[in-house]
């Protein structure tokens, strides 16, 4: 069975940095492209940041352009999201998302909540 | 950056009801287009992929159409789980971006 679970949200002041992980299983995490997708308190999806299976390609939307950093490490079938600078409307619950070729986000995780208050 | 708009925001039907909503794309996707629900405190779920084919397990009464630029999802006759947030989604770049969502309430 395909899981991801994202883990490392909580509270952080304006400014400060977390790191988030998701881990992967049930399947051959080298082999796929992965994302990072938010989505704010009653709003709506926000892609934000690609990263290609050999981490060779790497995107990001404006919005965190400079201030995220999203890596890969396939040894240990983990994505992880380097967030500094953070702003009040990075608030957000933040997915991992599988990309299928051809398909779009087949599998997601659960979601990791980010609150960015003083 | 392609930008994705969904209408209409909102929507109210009975259960039986035929369902469409529109997504239209700010330039050309082909067919890169898909369709997911989203219901509250849950990760969004793949129904339609490549514009108009059915993810497998996904009820047939959801449908997809279109290409280019504009973009259909069909609900043929409303059931009350299908009540949720229903967003577009392009993916023929990699940077790819959802529409703004269509949230179905049922009477």
């Known amino acids: 069975e395909v899981q991801l679970v994202e883990s490392g949200g909580g509270l952080v002041q304006p400014g400060g940095s977390l790191r988030l992980s998701c881990a992967a299983s049930?399947?051959?995490?080298?082999?796929?492209?992965m994302n990072w997708v938010r989505q704010p308190p009653g709003k709506g999806l926000e892609w934000f940041s690609y990263?290609?299976?050999?981490?060779?390609?790497?995107y990001y939307a404006d919005s965190v352009k400079g201030r995220f950093t999203i890596s890969r490490d396939n040894a240990k079938n983990s994505l992880y999201l380097q967030m500094d600078s953070l702003r009040a409307e990075d608030t957000a619950v933040y997915y991992c998302?599988?990309?299928?070729?051809?398909?779009?986000?087949?599998?997601w995780g659960q979601g990791t909540l980010v609150t960015v208050s003083s | 950056d392609i930008q994705m708009t969904q209408s209409p925001s909102t929507l109210s039907a009975s259960v039986g009801d035929r369902v469409t909503i529109t997504c239209r794309a700010s330039?050309?996707?082909?067919?890169?287009l898909a369709w997911y629900q989203q219901k509250p405190g849950k990760a969004p779920k793949l129904l339609i992929y490549?514009?108009?084919s059915l993810e497998s397990g996904v009820p047939s009464r959801f449908s997809g159409s279109g290409s280019g630029t504009e973009f259909t999802l069909t609900i043929s006759s409303l059931q009350p789980d299908d009540s949720a947030t229903y967003y577009c989604?392009?993916?023929?770049?990699?940077?790819?971006?959802f529409g703004p969502g269509t949230k179905v309430d049922i009477k």
């Open positions: 490549k514009a108009s």
């Open positions: 989604q392009q993916y023929d770049t990699y940077s790819c971006t």
């Open positions: 998302a599988r990309h299928t070729y051809g398909v779009g986000f087949l599998y």
């Open positions: 330039q050309s996707i082909s067919s890169w």
């Open positions: 990263i290609s299976r050999t981490s060779s390609g790497i």
């Open positions: 049930g399947f051959t995490f080298s082999s796929y492209d």
